[in-house]
């Protein structure tokens, strides 16, 4: 796996299409969602779990370096009314994510999209909106 | 008080427990793909359709039936004073907004997987259950719980400070009016922080206008912490097809080692 050091800085359209939602805790303190990277990898761990879904994948660097990275998503109730299964994801899976990263620069990021090797595409990674203001 | 007070805790917990039965036997398909299952919306600051159209619908003995699946609140989670009325303000007591500027979203309730309290809502549905004698609010999360309504009760003299304090109940015509008392100081009201106290007394108004939709004013009254009362303004709409689902929020809470940022919006 090579590690794609793109950092995408998103267009103000993408931005909003994508911006992720409110979940238990301010998402704008945790991530950065003006900067979008790609990390192709294998999936090493899916945790179908609360608050948060989480999956973790090992991105290895044209250097041969690994890096171990750790992906959220919404929970696994808001996933599941969106097509989710906890079989969506699997150990050993080859993906390419698109991603926010940590604003802490730890291989953390809130994942976008999800683009398995057998083409499935996963998107809906974020928690729904905030409850209803008028 | 004190014995309706378990009577109303062993019920409303047998009722969690049985709803939560029900829940994972008959939840629906979780849908087909990519967004909400047919029939269901997503709510939110008006994307999305609205829910389904029709009459409100009415209990056997007249009474507003509130039933269903709901998202949804009567204020805004991210920032409270976004819901106000027209011509209703802020204004903190100055120890109020200087504790709300020193607040971390780490240390949000919220994010630490405790209560929301009252009124902020939370991403996830809830569902009133309506018996002759108390209604039930059940929390899909942020918190796995449920607020007890005591109707045409009375509030203890002394209450206990807690998370969804003592609320009592009664029917203004078609709109289910609940007077709530006896609130701890630790929930915030928003993303933002805004803080409360101890003296916090709240007035929240449901209205289901329509089949699909509820209405939801809220006043506060916190004379500890705002120099005067304001009223927010929101709406919950109907998820048809969807049953709560099991919630643990204290589960899996790993990512607030990465949330250290002033308290700020979603």
Redesign the interface.
């Known amino acids: 796996m090579k590690f794609m050091p793109s950092i995408v800085m998103a267009g103000a359209g993408l931005l909003l299409m994508s911006l992720p939602m409110a979940a238990h805790h301010s998402f704008a303190a945790e991530y950065d969602s003006t900067k979008k990277i790609e990390l192709k990898g294998v999936v090493t761990k899916f945790e179908w779990t609360n608050p948060h879904a989480h999956f973790y994948i090992d991105v290895t660097d044209p250097a041969g370096k690994v890096e171990h990275w750790n992906l959220e998503l919404a929970s696994p109730n808001m996933m599941q009314r969106n097509g989710w299964t906890r079989h969506s994801l699997k150990e050993g899976d080859i993906v390419v994510v698109v991603a926010a990263r940590a604003k802490d620069g730890t291989w953390t990021g809130s994942a976008d999209t999800i683009q398995k090797s057998d083409g499935t595409k996963l998107t809906f990674m974020a928690a729904p909106p905030p409850p209803d203001v008028k | 008080m004190r014995k309706s007070f378990l009577i109303g805790t062993v019920l409303a917990a047998t009722i969690a427990a049985a709803s939560l039965v029900v829940a994972q036997d008959a939840a629906p398909a979780?849908?087909?793909?990519?967004?909400?299952?047919k029939g269901?919306t997503?709510?939110?600051?008006g994307?999305g359709p609205a829910g389904p159209t029709g009459p409100a619908p009415r209990m056997s003995d007249g009474t507003p039936d509130l039933s269903g699946a709901w998202?949804?609140?009567g204020?805004?989670?991210?920032d409270i004073s976004?819901?106000l009325k027209p011509g209703e303000q802020i204004i903190m007591q100055p120890w109020a907004e200087a504790l709300m500027k020193t607040r971390k979203?780490?240390d949000?309730p919220?994010?630490n997987?405790l209560p929301t309290g009252v009124p902020r809502?939370?991403?996830?549905p809830w569902r009133i259950v309506q018996t002759p004698t108390h209604y039930f609010i059940l929390f899909?999360?942020?918190i796995h719980s449920f607020r007890q309504i005591f109707m045409n009760g009375k509030h203890p003299d002394d209450p206990d400070p807690t998370w969804y304090g003592h609320s009592t109940g009664t029917w203004n015509k078609d709109t289910l009016v609940v007077d709530s008392v006896g609130f701890n100081d630790k929930f915030w009201f928003d993303?933002l922080g805004h803080p409360h106290t101890e003296k916090l007394h709240t007035i929240e108004r449901y209205t289901r206008t329509d089949l699909g939709n509820m209405t939801i004013d809220v006043t506060i009254d916190d004379p500890g912490a705002y120099t005067k009362p304001f009223t927010?303004?929101?709406?919950?709409?109907l998820q048809p097809n969807?049953e709560l689902?099991?919630?643990?929020?204290q589960?899996?809470?790993?990512?607030?080692v990465?949330?250290?940022?002033?308290?700020?919006?979603?």
């Open positions: 979780p849908g087909g793909g990519k967004g909400p299952a269901q997503r709510g939110g600051k994307r998202m949804g609140s204020s805004n989670s991210g976004k819901g979203s780490q949000d919220e994010a997987c809502g939370a991403p996830y899909e999360g942020n993303y927010t303004t929101g709406r919950a709409r969807t689902l099991e919630y643990i929020c589960e899996n809470n790993i990512d607030l990465h949330v250290n940022a002033p308290a700020q919006l979603p």
